[in-house]
């Protein structure tokens, strides 16, 4: 299985929900990052989990809440959200600490009303 | 501060030509360099990697090289399709840990 995966596929809240999105890999890869992506922007990365602890914050605003609960899942927790917040958040994955490829989920649309 | 930077304006050529996309980077010196491919609404994918020793790398259609001198990667693609429309993003890294994207380069191709 060499399929990142991401859910929901879209999400619609307002600033004052709590909301989580997830990602899934059965790869055995033992890094994993979130990446939030403007229109028409590359991606920019949020956060780095090696061996599914934080190694990289990428100074990601506090209301942006990472969790690795184990090697094959990867969440990332909302809470008042501002609608500059809008964007293709997206998973990625990699093998180790090589230099190796990264694989990227299908990512989750966010919208913030 | 770190700079990478692509062709910024869209670039359009006719089926059958070679695609050259242009990767320019400043104030560091990446150990390797990775090409992606992104359709829209999708994640990118991975495409080649060139380690800063080699000078070109191949596969299939396509063609990457790396000049540590200049700077810079070129990112060719021969006989282009109109499958091969996407963007392009270049990314130079230093460190196995994490990734920095250049600004991408749209290719469209048409019949």
């Not at chain 1, 994993?32 to 100074?59: D, G, R, T």
């Not at chain 1, 959200?81 to 649309?109: H, I, M, V, W």
């Not at chain 2, 994640?43 to 020793?53: D, T």
């Amino acid at each position: 299985d060499t399929e990142v995966t991401q859910t929901p596929k879209h999400l619609v809240m307002g600033m004052t929900n709590k909301k989580s999105l997830k990602c899934e890999q059965h790869m055995g890869h033992r890094a994993m990052y979130w990446y939030k992506q403007k229109a028409k922007k590359p991606p920019e990365l949020m956060f780095v989990y090696s061996y599914e602890k934080l190694s990289i914050n990428e100074s990601v605003p506090s209301r942006f809440s990472p969790e690795c609960p184990n090697s094959s899942l990867l969440n990332l927790h909302l809470h008042a959200l501002q609608p500059e917040d809008s964007a293709l958040y997206l998973c990625a994955t990699k093998k180790g600490d090589t230099y190796n490829e990264q694989f990227f989920g299908p990512g989750t649309r966010l919208t913030v009303l | 501060s770190q700079k990478i930077e692509q062709n910024s304006e869209a670039l359009n050529i006719q089926e059958g030509k070679t695609a050259t996309l242009t990767c320019n980077y400043t104030n560091y010196s990446p150990a390797y360099l990775q090409w992606y491919r992104q359709d829209p609404g999708r994640g990118p994918v991975f495409l080649l990697l060139i380690r800063e020793n080699e000078k070109e790398k191949r596969k299939e259609r396509l063609k990457v090289t790396f000049d540590t001198t200049l700077k810079q990667s070129l990112f060719h693609i021969t006989a282009s399709q109109p499958a091969d429309s996407a963007t392009y993003l270049c990314a130079p890294t230093g460190t196995a840990s994490k990734l920095t994207f250049g600004t991408g380069t749209r290719l469209q191709v048409t019949l």
